[in-house]
C-alpha cells in the first residue's frame, strides 16, 4: 500500500475519533444535573379512579410520613387513562423509598355570570386534605405501580362566590 494511501486512513479515522470525543464532550456537558442532596429516585406510577373509571386532570401528591427531609416532594396530574407517573420537582421521574400519604384534587370553576364564579371540587374531601386521606403507599426500590379509586363524583364548592371586577380583580 502506497504511503499517501496510509496516511489518508491514519487521518480520516484520527478525525473520525476527535469527531466522536467532541460528541461525548458536548453531549456529556449538556446533560442537565441533578439538584444537589436529591435522593436515589424509583418508579412510582399511581392510577386514580372515580366510581371504577379513569379519572383524568386530577393532582396528585405524596407527603412523607418520615421526618426526613421533604423538600423533594413527588406528585403528579394523572392522565386520560387516570395514571400519572410520579415526579419530584416536576420533572425528576420517581420517589424517594418511603411511605407517604397521598392527596388527590380535582376543581373546576362554577360560573355563575360573566363576573362570578365558585370553586368546585369533584371529589370527597378526605381525600385532599393530608390530615384526613385513607391513601397511603409505600415505595421501595422495586418502585411502586398502585391503583386508588376515590370514591362516587360529587360536586361541591369550596370558595366562596368570587366576583371578577372591571380591572381583573
Known amino acids: 500500500m502506497p504511503k499517501t494511501a496510509v496516511k489518508f486512513i491514519i ?75 410520579i415526579k419530584v420537582l416536576g420533572k425528576y421521574s420517581g420517589a424517594p423509598v418511603g411511605t407517604y400519604k397521598v392527596t388527590v384534587e380535582k376543581q373546576e370553576i362554577e360560573n355563575v355570570n360573566s363576573n362570578s364564579y365558585y370553586h368546585i371540587s369533584l371529589m370527597e374531601t378526605q381525600y385532599t386534605k393530608l390530615q ?15 391503583t386508588f379509586d376515590v370514591g362516587k363524583p360529587v360536586q361541591k364548592r369550596i370558595s366562596g362566590l368570587i366576583k371578577v371586577t372591571g380591572d381583573g380583580k
Request: proline share 9%.
Open 11 to 85: 487521518m480520516k479515522m484520527f478525525k473520525q475519533i476527535l469527531f466522536l470525543i467532541s460528541l461525548v464532550l458536548v453531549v456529556g456537558c449538556t446533560r442537565e444535573q441533578r439538584p444537589e442532596g436529591i435522593p436515589t429516585l424509583y418508579p412510582c406510577i399511581i392510577t386514580i379512579t372515580q366510581d371504577g373509571k379513569p379519572l383524568a386532570g386530577a393532582m396528585v401528591t405524596l407527603y412523607t410520613e418520615s421526618s426526613d427531609d421533604r423538600r423533594w416532594s413527588p406528585g403528579g396530574t394523572t392522565n386520560p387513562q387516570g395514571a400519572v407517573q
Open 132 to 146: 384526613e386521606t385513607p391513601l397511603k403507599i409505600e415505595v421501595t426500590p422495586q418502585g411502586v405501580n398502585q
